[in-house]
């Protein structure tokens, strides 16, 4: 019996001080700061994550395609990734290598003519008319020959352009058409998109064109809640009849994936300075919004706010409160005004 007794009494002593600290002991919190900082009011809108460097890449002679890269082939920069057959061209390029040589051989007799003929003409045994004649021959020799290796070229470079090579780094996203097919010039052959240089794209309503500016760091989320900060490079401010909306560019250096649907944070006016807090701080009861302040006696005060605009983790408040104050961010559900605090760290 005196066992349960003592039971019931360390039982009653234990509530007594669990009351005790909940209602007059010091509660265990942690504690952030007002301070004054720049905001202004945003709104987010929807952009996508492109690449800046995305393109097809398109056959520049006709012929039949031997061979193609497979999707998701990783190329670097003059990488071969479609050829197309070059058999006719390589034929055409020897027969005209034949014709150079035939026609750099007549240039070389009939400057060698001209060469003998004046040096006769100085014994008066070469006439004045045949030395004409000779000189005409050997620059129309020059002109074949000049017309003969641009053909040779313009063959030449056909042959290099049979190799679809990639202009940039990337990834073969697409194949728009597959070995063995028959291409002609302009033919899209497969689409090559650089996952490494990426670009934000996103729209915004032109009333807020003038509060976007190029170099600006604006907030961006992409998939579950990740943030990024991401500087504009440019702003386009062309709107139609239809779109009454001016485009914006971000860099970003995240790794994402194009095509990925991402929330941009713009400002919708100037920025100004305000008294800020962390969202934390803020308690929501019935009676309304309020913090609580730890004064100079580690007692908690309870100050009835109001809030305005708000920008990441800091929102605007405004009432008796001031730079500098200690406000309540880890622990303040279950403070009651006048109650004495510990500062935890």
Do not use: C
């Not at 290796?149 to 697409?174: C, H, K, W, Y």
């Not at 009676?287 to 706010?305: M, P, Q």
């Amino acid at each position: 019996m005196n066992r349960f007794k003592v039971l019931a009494a360390v039982a009653v002593l234990v509530a007594s001080a669990s009351v005790h600290a909940q209602w007059g002991g010091a509660s265990i919190v942690e504690i952030g700061e007002a301070r004054v900082t720049a905001m202004s009011p945003t709104m987010q809108v929807a952009g996508t994550v492109v690449s800046r460097s995305d393109a097809f890449l398109s056959a520049e002679v006709d012929g039949r395609l031997i061979s193609v890269a497979d999707v998701g082939t990783r190329v670097d920069e003059g990488d071969v990734i479609a050829r197309v057959e070059d058999t006719n061209l390589r034929l055409r390029a020897q027969e005209l290598a034949a014709e150079v040589a035939r026609a750099r051989a007549r240039l070389n007799f009939l400057e060698a003519e001209l060469v003998r003929f004046e040096r006769l003409a100085e014994t008066n045994l070469a006439a004045a008319s045949q030395i004409e004649q000779t000189r005409s021959e050997r620059d129309i020799a020059a002109s074949d020959l000049a017309v003969v290796n641009s053909r040779l070229s313009q063959v030449e470079d056909q042959l290099e352009r049979t190799e679809i090579r990639a202009p940039f780094p990337g990834v073969v996203a697409e194949r728009r058409t597959q070995a063995g097919e028959r291409v002609s010039i302009g033919t899209q052959v497969v689409r090559l998109v650089n996952p490494e240089s990426l670009e934000v794209v996103a729209r915004a309503p032109l009333n807020y064109y003038r509060f976007v500016r190029p170099g600006d760091e604006l907030a961006i989320v992409a998939g579950l809640d990740e943030a990024y900060q991401a500087p504009v490079r440019t702003v386009v401010s062309v709107g139609d009849e239809s779109r009454h909306v001016f485009e914006l560019r971000l860099d970003v250096d995240a790794f994402l994936p194009v095509g990925q649907t991402v929330r941009v944070t713009i400002p919708t006016a100037d920025v100004r300075e305000v008294l800020a807090v962390p969202r934390d701080a803020l308690v929501l009861r019935g009676d309304g919004i309020a913090v609580f302040i730890v004064d100079d006696e580690n007692k908690a005060r309870r100050i009835r706010v109001t809030t305005g605009i708000g920008e990441g983790e800091w929102i605007e408040v405004r009432g008796p409160i001031q730079a500098g104050d200690k406000v309540v961010v880890r622990g303040n559900e279950r403070l009651r005004p006048g109650q004495e605090v510990s500062v935890r760290g």
